[in-house]
């Protein structure tokens, strides 16, 4: 059995469709932006191991997905994990869910041991694990495949620097303003002509938000 319970609506509310539920909004590779019942859309053709790191890794924004077709069911989030989910197997019932609450009633209540120590020493709790026993969370740039009461962990994104780039300092100036003019178009397209407000603290960033506005 797979029971799925999404309860958080606040900031961004779920959709659903077909097996298919969606949070939050991405651009794609084409700047096109889905965010809604279109981001359902987006996430839609995802029928191979092949098309669904592409789709993710073409994704950005922030968003949570999890898909249910038949026995596999697919659970990623974005490379922020802006809106957390987690899971766990009890007697061979998955369950799924963005309320820890949730879980807690339907697997365990007792503490992780490990995961309390580890929390008390750093602030948090590292990996897949969480505070509570057998309740685990989908990680930042990782996608979880579920199939025949065996999960598969796989991440599409991560920060560990995999090569060496040799370039002058005027030409990774260039691409990071670059990158910069694209990110503040994509927030201007998102904003759709809606009042864009930036409190400002007096530090770099937000009178570089400022400035790229004005700029574009």
Known sequence: ?????????????????????????????NNNLF????L???????ISKNTIEEKLQNANGIFTVIIKKDNLIIMA??????????YSIKEGELY???????????TTNKISKDSFDEFLAAGFVTGKE?????IYQV????????KSNRLEYNFYADYLTSCVVNKKKEELKNEFLDILDRTIKRLIKFADGRQ???????????????ALLKKH
């Open 40 to 46: 359902i859309k987006y996430f839609s053709n995802m």
């Open 139 to 146: 990680q930042a740039g990782e996608y979880i495949l579920y």
């Open 196 to 210: 864009i407000v930036v409190p400002l603290s007096g530090g770099y960033d937000s009178r570089l938000v400022v």
């Open 1 to 29: 059995m797979i029971e799925i319970n999404l309860n958080f609506n606040y900031g961004y509310k779920w959709y659903s469709s077909n097996g298919i539920y969606v949070k939050g909004y991405i651009f794609d590779e």
């Open 35 to 38: 965010n809604g019942k279109k």
């Open 130 to 134: 969480t505070l509570i026993e057998n």
């Open 96 to 106: 799924i869910s963005d309320d820890t609450y949730f879980l807690k009633d339907k």
């Open 77 to 86: 989030v974005d490379r922020t994990r802006t809106f957390p989910i987690f």
